[in-house]
């Protein structure tokens, strides 16, 4: 019963993430004032907050854990990552190629943590090819 509400919960604050990274994102190659309203600011942060407690509740409930299970190893260090080239795109980018570059790597990441996920190997969709 818990297991399917928390994987909803976490998929569904998932999806809502990366399609706001996306469009903070365009906004931000479009200079667009919209990137500093309030709500814009403190969304994504109560988006992310609600994703990373499903994903530990998530954890706790199927009994696997980074470091003992490869893919959930995999997603972790992958979401590090995303998340210093989100950083790099959104706010720490010295010009608006460098935030392109981070935005689009942080766009490709968040897709290959979705496939380790939905596969539960530590290459994803990435395994297909080889």
């Excluded at 706001?20 to 994504?44: D, H, S, Y």
């Excluded at 854990?65 to 972790?76: E, Q």
Aim: include cysteine; charge should be positive; hydrophobic fraction near 60%.
């Amino acid at each position: 019963m818990l297991y399917p509400a928390l994987k909803h919960l976490h998929m569904t604050c998932a999806l809502l993430s990366f399609t706001l990274f996306a469009l903070r994102g365009m906004w931000m190659l479009q200079e667009n004032p919209l990137l500093q309203k309030r709500v814009v600011r403190i969304l994504p942060h109560v988006i992310d907050t609600f994703l990373l407690l499903s994903a530990v509740g998530l954890m706790f409930v199927v009994n696997q854990y980074p470091f003992v299970h490869d893919w959930l190893t995999v997603k972790l260090f992958a979401l590090i990552a995303y998340i210093v080239l989100g950083n790099v795109a959104l706010k720490r980018g010295p010009t608006v190629a460098i935030r392109a570059g981070a935005w689009a790597a942080a766009l490709l990441l968040f897709i290959f943590i979705a496939s380790v996920a939905l596969t539960h190997h530590p290459l994803g969709l990435l395994n297909l090819l080889v």
